[in-house]
């Protein structure tokens, strides 16, 4: 089984900042691991995922995630926030064989402050 | 846009009711997934069809069930509501081709309120 924990459930940063959104997670097997994003009254959108190869991943709205496997962590981040960054921030796990079912973390809810 | 279409948008009924909510998933895929978000339980996956076939089951009430159908499309039954079944259920889809760490693409979601 495998668990995710998002420590920050919010985040308020001001805008033109950097930000790193924490996710731990904890797996018996090997895993890919995924940020979503919610805006608003919407669905999860996929911004960026790791599955094997280069520990760095870059997604999209200039969004990048470290894969750190001696840590079991996932650190979202992005150098300088906008207004339209404004949402909520999910870290999921899925094993990498068998099960396709994602386990998500409780969320994160980036405010950006003008 | 996803291109995963959920009806309806919103959902409002009272306890005891049974209710069914439908997903289209993108052109071509043929796994679908249906998760609950609920305020006190978080994201949580509920149960996978693959090709018309269940394929992984989570944390799912026996109050609860799903099928898809041959069109791909899916249904979720929810019955003898409870006000703790008020949540956003969301369907997602996949090609199901079991390539290595396929995006699950989610649709918007049903809003459900049970009163």
């Known amino acids: 089984a495998q668990s995710v924990t998002q420590l920050d459930s919010q985040v308020p940063v001001f805008e033109e900042a950097p930000v790193e959104l924490r996710c731990n997670y904890s797996s018996s097997v090997s895993v890919y691991l995924f940020w979503y994003v919610q805006y608003p009254n919407q669905g999860l959108q996929l911004l960026l995922k790791y599955l094997s190869g280069s520990t760095l991943v870059k997604g999209i709205n200039g969004f990048e995630a470290e894969f750190n496997k001696s840590q079991t962590s996932f650190h979202l981040r992005k150098p300088s926030v906008h207004i339209s960054d404004t949402a909520e921030y999910f870290c999921?796990?899925?094993?990498?064989?068998?099960?396709?079912?994602?386990?998500f973390g409780t969320g994160t809810r980036l405010t950006i402050i003008p | 846009d996803s291109g995963v279409t959920q009806t309806p948008k919103h959902l409002i009924t009272a306890t005891g009711q049974r209710v069914t909510l439908r997903c289209s998933p993108r052109?071509?895929?043929?796994?679908v997934y249906w998760y609950q978000q609920s305020l006190d339980q978080g994201l949580q996956f509920l149960i996978q069809?693959?090709?018309?076939?269940?394929?992984a089951k989570g944390n799912i009430l026996e109050r609860f069930s799903a099928q898809q159908f041959p069109d791909l499309h899916s249904e979720l039954n929810l019955s003898s509501l409870e006000l703790g079944d008020s949540a956003l259920y969301f369907c997602?889809?996949?090609?199901?081709?079991?390539?290595?760490?396929?995006?699950?693409?989610f649709g918007p979601g049903t809003r459900l309120l049970v009163l």
């Open positions: 052109s071509g895929d043929l796994s």
């Open positions: 999921a796990v899925r094993s990498n064989f068998g099960n396709e079912k994602l386990t």
């Open positions: 069809y693959y090709n018309g076939e269940e394929r």
């Open positions: 997602a889809s996949s090609g199901g081709s079991l390539a290595v760490g396929e995006t699950q693409y």
